[in-house]
């Protein structure tokens, strides 16, 4: 099991920027790439950005040259630094841990921008 808290969403206005972070905890030697996703409302979860173990980080076209995927391996935490935030990035963002069999969520962290 692998257990996933994240943090640092809120409110911001356009142009702003936000950090969020995710904390893994529990079996976390397994998982194979760490992620973020965002869910607006009336809107299916899509994919933000990515960051294997081994490889490269990948990014939505959308917050391509906006978001940063980063790790702490040393405190087992994952960021996404978030600039030049739309209103279009409103969402409930995921924290993601993909153990290749099986894909962990945390609870979800509301960003919003407002105009």
């Known amino acids: 099991q692998v257990q996933l808290v994240e943090s640092g969403g809120g409110l911001v206005q356009a142009g702003g920027s936000l950090r969020l972070s995710c904390v893994a905890s529990g079996s976390i030697f397994g998982i194979a790439a760490m992620g973020w996703y965002r869910q607006a409302p009336g809107n299916q979860r899509e994919f933000v950005a990515s960051?294997?173990?081994?490889?490269?980080?990948n990014y939505a076209d959308s917050v391509k040259g906006r978001f940063t995927i980063s790790r702490d391996n040393a405190k087992n935490t994952v960021y996404l630094q978030m600039n030049s935030l739309k209103p279009e990035d409103t969402a409930v963002y995921y924290c993601?841990?993909?153990?290749?069999?099986?894909?962990?969520w945390g609870q979800g962290t509301q960003v919003t921008v407002s105009s």
């Open positions: 960051m294997p173990v081994v490889g490269s980080t």
């Open positions: 993601n841990a993909n153990a290749l069999s099986y894909h962990y």
